[in-house]
Nanobody
């Protein structure tokens, strides 16, 4: 059974940093692309970044990331990370990681963040206060 578990959420001041982790089980990381998403109260969920540990490809939603977030993976730990720096109050949201099969990632010509991610974690809260 594929499972994803996020950790690392916290409350930080504006300008602070956090590193979120997404630990996967029940699958091999190279068979999937892992994406990070977030949903703020009253807003739609939005994609932030995704990574393919199979070929090292990374994709960012630059309008959100603005050069502040970095996605990475550790295949030995079956874990994907989202390092966030220079956080702003608008970054306050529940952050989720999700998995989609690598084959779909290879086949898409659109943003990989728009793919039908099949498995989702439970989410972690990130709060940024001024």
């Amino acid at each position: 059974e594929v499972q994803l578990a996020e950790s690392g959420g916290d409350s930080v001041q504006t300008g602070g940093s956090l590193k979120l982790s997404c630990a996967g089980s029940g699958f091999t990381l190279s068979d999937y692309v892992i994406g990070w998403f977030r949903q703020a109260p009253g807003k739609e969920r939005e994609g932030i970044a995704c990574i393919s540990s199979s070929d090292g490809a990374r994709y960012y939603a630059e309008s959100i990331v603005k050069g502040r977030f970095t996605i990475s993976s550790d295949s030995d730990k079956n874990t994907v990370y989202l390092q966030m720096v220079n956080l702003e109050p608008d970054d306050t949201a529940v952050y989720y990681c999700a998995a989609v099969r690598y084959a779909l990632f290879r086949a898409t010509v659109n943003s990989p963040l728009l793919l039908p991610y099949e498995y989702w974690g439970q989410g972690v809260q990130v709060a940024v206060f001024s």
